[in-house]
């Protein structure tokens, strides 16, 4: 396998989903303590070996356990020359894969899953095959679109024990879940007392700095009704699209480039759960 390098990158500033300030100064004092000189300019981030000939080993403690962070940092001093030791990392499931992944192509990291990883860097890194874990993010709405509509529907592959928090929490809601075999989710609405609380659930949300208080529907109001909407962001959207499938009528998302971000092919996936769901264009304007 041939690679090049050349020992500097000129990016732009980050975007994405508009959830709230999105620094970059744990990726910038991460890659710093690397050997990295780090300049902003024009909008732009530029980066490079301080040495000319790459990046060292260091220490570094992240503020918080920043996924993006730690995943970013953790790739750098795969190939560094020396041990790197970063504490106070995420430890998501991704984080993990991740290191499995580069730990299969050559590259030396221990503590994986923990809050603290040493890592030996290595020259050179080589092809491996390797099975990326499935998108639990993406599982989880899945899930929450067969509760939220009433429905029984089983998801293949997952792994069940990253999904342990929600399938307690649609469990309490009045779900069942169950695993049907080592990849396989099925779910489906146990009918009781709770089911019939959470369909008489209206969308009367008000939010007061963190909080979010949700408002139960009333006898005689309405149901949720189909309505044009807006996607501003991922999640956001995905759960636009699962309230429009709870609503009486057409419900009309716009801005579904945020979604197919981090859902691929989600309408398909929908129809084939028997959605009436469909997309007018390919691009939007």
């Known amino acids: 396998m041939a690679y090049v390098w050349f020992g500097r990158a000129d990016v732009a500033l980050p975007g994405g989903c508009k959830i709230g300030a999105r620094p970059v100064d744990l990726y910038v004092r991460g890659l710093t303590a690397l050997g ?46 020396g041990v790197t030791v970063l504490t106070n990392v995420a430890w998501e499931p991704e984080v993990v894969d991740l290191a499995q992944f580069l730990n299969a192509c050559g590259a030396c990291i221990k503590g994986g899953g923990t809050n603290t990883l040493v890592i030996t860097g290595t020259k050179k890194l080589h092809g491996a095959e390797f099975t990326i874990m499935p998108d639990r993010i993406e599982a989880g709405t899945f899930m929450v679109a067969a509760a939220i509509t009433r429905s029984c529907i089983s998801l293949s592959p997952v792994i069940p024990s990253h999904l342990t928090s929600l399938v307690e929490k649609l469990s309490e809601a009045g779900c069942k ?76 998302v716009s801005g579904v480039s945020h979604i197919d971000r981090g859902y691929e092919g989600f309408e398909a996936k929908l129809r084939s759960l028997g959605a009436e769901i469909r997309r007018e264009t390919d691009t939007e304007q």
């Open 177 to 252: 879940i169950t695993e049907k075999g080592s990849q396989t989710l099925e779910v489906s609405v146990a009918y009781s007392f709770t089911v019939k609380e959470l369909q008489k659930l209206g969308a009367r949300i008000k939010t007061i700095g963190n909080s979010a208080f949700i408002e139960g529907k009333k006898p005689g109001s309405m149901p949720l009704r189909g309505a044009k909407v807006s996607a501003a962001d991922l999640r956001g959207g995905a759960a636009l699209v699962l309230a429009g499938l709870a609503a009486d009528g057409i419900t009309e």
């Open 36 to 81: 990295a000189v780090v300049d902003m300019s024009d909008e732009k981030i530029h980066v490079r070996a301080a040495n000319g000939k790459g990046l060292v080993g260091g220490r570094f403690h992240l503020d918080y356990p920043s996924v993006g962070a730690t995943e970013t940092l953790m790739m750098a001093a795969s190939m560094t020359e």
